[in-house]
């Protein structure tokens, strides 16, 4: 369990999470569209934080060994940073359907992107996971998961930025035109 390359992805899975919570909240809240993607990220993230918690308490508790079995500090700073910054691109993109379609089609786009993904890992060649493994272990595990957090901060920067910028369409028509 304390794999980095399974605890970092297991970590992650809050990018799962955060479409449906956001989806949630942009119905209830009519804060501005910054507030309620911030609050759908800390859920998820907390949520997934809360599982990995309750994860490393059972494995320490059930048999009792006489020492806790902890993951590294590097492991767990890595995927909290992996998983902040890919949850708050989920999010974006999340948020950028919600602004673009009605709520239940978007849910459905988010689901099929996901799964999209899910069988293009499931589904790849045996030899991707080797290559990224392969890959990243000359650089250090480290170097790579914040390059990648980097990089995933950038882009959910400019997600957010076109979210923000654009005001959200009226469902109401304009005070000049006549239906």
């Known amino acids: 369990m304390f794999d980095p390359f399974f605890f970092i992805q ?6 799962v999470l955060v479409g449906p919570i956001l989806t949630k909240i942009q119905r209830r809240s009519q804060a501005p569209v910054s507030v309620q993607i911030r609050q759908a ?8 934080s809360l599982i990995l918690l309750v994860s490393i308490l059972s494995f320490n508790l059930m048999p009792w060994r006489g020492a806790w079995s902890l993951p590294q500090w590097t492991t767990v700073v890595d995927a909290a940073l992996l998983s902040l ?9 999340m948020g950028l359907l919600l602004w ?5 089609v978007a849910k459905w786009f988010f689901r099929g992107f996901l799964l999209f993904g899910l069988l293009l890992y499931r589904n790849g060649a045996g030899q991707w996971s080797s290559y990224t493994i392969e ?9 790579v998961a914040l390059t ?4 995933l901060a950038l882009v959910s920067a400019g997600l957010l930025r076109l979210l ?3 005001p959200a369409p009226s469902p109401l028509p304009a005070a000049g035109n006549k239906i």
């Open 10 to 15: 297991f970590a992650c899975l809050s990018m």
């Open 85 to 93: 910054t890919a949850t708050t691109v989920m999010a974006a993109v």
């Open 135 to 143: 890959t990243a272990l000359p650089y250090g595990l480290s170097t």
């Open 164 to 166: 923000v910028r654009d």
């Open 148 to 151: 990648l957090a980097a990089v």
């Open 41 to 48: 990220v800390a859920r998820a993230c907390g949520y997934m």
């Open 100 to 104: 673009r379609l009605p709520a239940a």
